[in-house]
């Protein structure tokens, strides 16, 4: 289960305002700190998933989506609000962002494996299902250097999955692979979605999400300009895009 009330998240952004020369040797006499303005990422969302609920999250790029997920899994700190999270999560926010390029595909699937918080018994135990599912049996001891973007992803994906968490946040992560890839990868997340896991589900495939999803929320600037059945809520999206490109 997840909880998110009032949640806002603000960053500083340097100032905007053009300074002259003088202006920037006075502010370095003076020395006064440097000019930001403040930026909200997210400013009050709320929203309530239920345990083997699947909520997906929409909306153009700079909307707070990853943002969103971030503070849920507890990688960034809200400024006001908060998150309540039940159960244990496993965020797919950046898959392969503990890979180690120089090692082999063996080793990184131990290293990554830990980096997830699976034991080592159990990546034993795993290990050639990890491999089957990436399709990479014939380059389990090449340097990960050597693997093409579609092959670092699928090997990612593949060690993510054999996570057993209560919570799955998924990022964009049917941008991964060749098409044939990404089917495996819709068929896994429904599989996930089937046993009773709660996933909140970021993507701007808004066929996956309407077929994933029953609800989802459509954010702008930061803020929740919708709530509610996927289709209903997608409708609302293309209707403002199309409406924005005229």
Not at 168 to 185: I, P, R, Y
Not at 205 to 234: F, M, T, W
Request: aromatic fraction near 10%; hydrophobic fraction near 40%.
């Amino acid at each position: 289960m997840v909880q998110v009330t009032r949640l806002s998240k603000k960053f500083k952004l340097p100032h905007q305002r053009s300074l002259t020369a003088f202006d920037r040797l006075a502010a370095f006499i003076k020395r006064q700190p440097p000019l930001y303005e403040e930026f909200f990422a997210l400013r009050d969302v709320n929203f309530h998933v239920e345990k083997g609920e699947t909520l997906g999250i929409i909306g153009p790029n700079g909307s707070g989506k990853s943002t969103l997920l971030k503070i849920v899994a507890g990688v960034l700190a809200p400024d006001r609000g908060c998150v309540f999270v039940r159960g244990k999560v496993a965020p797919f926010l950046e898959l392969g962002a503990g890979f180690e390029p120089e090692l082999s595909a063996r080793e990184n699937i131990y290293l990554y494996g830990a980096i997830m918080g699976i034991p080592r018994k159990e990546i034993d135990r795993r290990y050639w299902d990890i491999l089957d599912f990436a399709e990479l049996h014939r380059f389990e001891f090449m340097k990960l250097r050597n693997f093409s973007s579609g092959m670092y992803a699928r090997l990612a994906f593949s060690i993510a999955i054999q996570t057993n968490p209560d919570i799955f946040l998924l990022d964009e992560v049917l941008a991964v692979g060749d098409e044939t890839f990404q089917k495996k990868c819709i068929e896994k997340i429904e599989e996930i979605r089937q046993s009773g896991k709660t996933i909140l589900f970021v993507s701007h495939s808004l066929a996956e999400v309407k077929k994933l999803c029953r609800n989802c929320i459509l954010l702008y600037n930061g803020q929740v300009a919708k709530i509610g059945p996927s289709d209903h809520v997608i409708e609302t999206y293309l209707y403002d895009m199309e409406k924005m490109s005229s």
